[in-house]
């Protein structure tokens, strides 16, 4: 914007300066302008208009960071400046992609250098092993920086601990990287059809499941390999070990935290409150070289506003049969929606239940009773159709985006205009206790109970 941009002589710059002025009284007074504030925007002396073009740095260019820098590139105003990854066949890939579509991000092995070189950032996405984020969303929130981070949180809740208490001191966005807690379809199924208009009734049971194929270890393109001193200095004792992260304890929690922990999160938001005990089962039971358990399968328990509920969850990775989806079921109906739509985007109706049809005439599900079709058998007709009530009634909602950008946007739109985030700390912190516990009931053959206090950071 030039300088020549002024209204009686004052420009938009320097409204822009006066702001940040008024921003650093508000951290003092906890007002604005006279009304109550909320520190959302950037740090380093930069103030956030809601038009202004937010300049984005990754940490994490590996595959789940080109994911996120993919979505990125669909949302208008988001430049990626700076990227930073210690392997350097993730630093060429994303920023040989980011050059195709007109950003060239300035490129960095080591986070750290990122931060103390790059002066004007917006935000930072973190998308790096679980056992580094608490260390790298710490020192971006202390740099003044909001901050997405993929989950889990950690793979230790005392680290998780650590980003809610930096989130909450320095007043900066933390955002952690349930994206389901975005998504429109599954904002429209859990809030609208489950709590607003509770067309299943009381709902009691929950079931989900994350199955994969067998699969083998990670490789790497050999002329890629990191040299040892490089991987050892960044803390991975082999290259083997950097690339399946997920499945070592020191780097990760096994797929019980990476699948399981966007569904079981599900849980606490469908009944409205976290479980009060869990008991699981599982093991390595298919691949004796790996730490993490490959199959595990979970009960909790919960007390919710209606009564009591319990919630089943499996993920297994030696078969992919019927793929990941997320069932609820109540008195009245069931509802069963996945973030592929083909798994999960519909409704089923108990023959007692009220009838649905308003709900039809109001756009919250749709019907869907085929035409009739005759046909005739010995010179008899009948009539062949399915009604609603025996059938799947589907959800009106559509995701044309990719599963990942409308949580990005969200946190894009609370640094710009302060909407309230849809996955803050202190919401995934509760998920990550809920989840990190399972691996703690499966070593000790054991049923846990939580309190209300463990999941208060």
């Not at 300088?3 to 409204?15: A, E, I, V």
């Not at 009960?299 to 209606?306: G, K, N, R, V």
């Not at 009591?308 to 079921?329: D, I, K, L, N, P």
């Not at 202190?426 to 999941?455: C, G, T």
Request: net charge neutral; with cysteine.
């Amino acid at each position: 914007m030039e300088d020549s941009d002024k209204k009686d002589g004052f420009s938009r710059r320097d409204f822009l300066k006066t702001t940040a002025a008024g921003v650093g009284l508000a951290m003092t007074t906890g007002k604005l302008f006279g009304r109550p504030f909320l520190l959302t925007g950037a740090g380093q002396g930069r103030t956030v208009m809601p038009s202004d073009e937010l300049r984005v740095a990754l940490i994490g260019a590996g595959e789940q960071g080109r994911v996120l820098l993919d979505c990125c590139l669909r949302i208008p105003g988001i430049k990626i400046a700076a990227l930073a990854d210690i392997w350097e066949y993730s630093r060429n890939y994303a920023s040989g992609y980011l050059n195709k579509y007109g950003q060239t991000p300035h490129v960095y092995e080591d986070y750290k250098q990122l931060l103390n070189s790059e002066k004007d950032l917006d935000a930072v996405i973190i998308a790096t092993p679980d056992w580094v984020h608490a260390e790298q969303a710490n020192a971006c929130l202390n740099h003044g920086l909001p901050v997405y981070c993929e989950k889990e949180m950690s793979n230790s809740l005392d680290q998780a601990r650590t980003m809610v208490e930096t989130a909450r001191r320095t007043g900066r966005l933390l955002q952690i990287g349930h994206q389901r807690r975005s998504n429109p379809r599954y904002i429209h199924a859990i809030d609208k059809l489950l709590h607003e208009r509770q067309i299943i009734g009381r709902v009691m049971i929950g079931y989900a499941q994350w199955n994969r194929a067998r699969a083998e270890m990670l490789s790497w393109p050999k002329k890629y390999t990191i040299p040892s001193e490089i991987l050892h200095r960044y803390g991975y004792n082999s290259m083997e070990e950097f690339r399946n992260w997920r499945w070592f304890k020191k780097y990760g929690g096994g797929p019980i935290v990476d699948l399981g922990s966007h569904q079981i999160d599900l849980f606490s938001w469908a009944f409205k409150a976290n479980p009060k005990s869990v008991v699981a089962s599982g093991g390595i039971d298919y691949y004796p070289q790996r730490e993490w358990y490959d199959n595990v399968m979970v009960i909790y328990e919960y007390d919710t506003p209606t009564g009591a509920a319990r919630a089943f969850y499996q993920v297994q990775t030696t078969t992919s049969h019927g793929g990941f989806y997320e069932t609820f079921m109540g008195d009245n109906g069931s509802l069963v929606i996945s973030e592929v739509p083909q798994r999960g985007d519909w409704a089923y109706r108990e023959a007692h239940a009220p009838d649905w049809a308003p709900l039809v005439r109001e756009g919250l599900i749709r019907s869907e009773a085929p035409p009739i079709q005759k046909v005739q058998t010995k010179n008899v007709f009948v009539d062949v159709r399915v009604t609603a009530e025996a059938g799947r009634w589907p959800l009106p909602i559509e995701l044309a985006k990719p599963a990942h950008q409308p949580h990005l946007e969200n946190f894009f739109e609370a640094i710009r205009r302060g909407v309230p985030l849809n996955c803050p700390a202190e919401l995934a912190y509760e998920s990550a206790v809920a989840v990190l516990k399972v691996n703690e009931a499966v070593r000790n053959h054991a049923y846990l109970k939580f309190r209300a206090e463990d999941f208060k950071a």
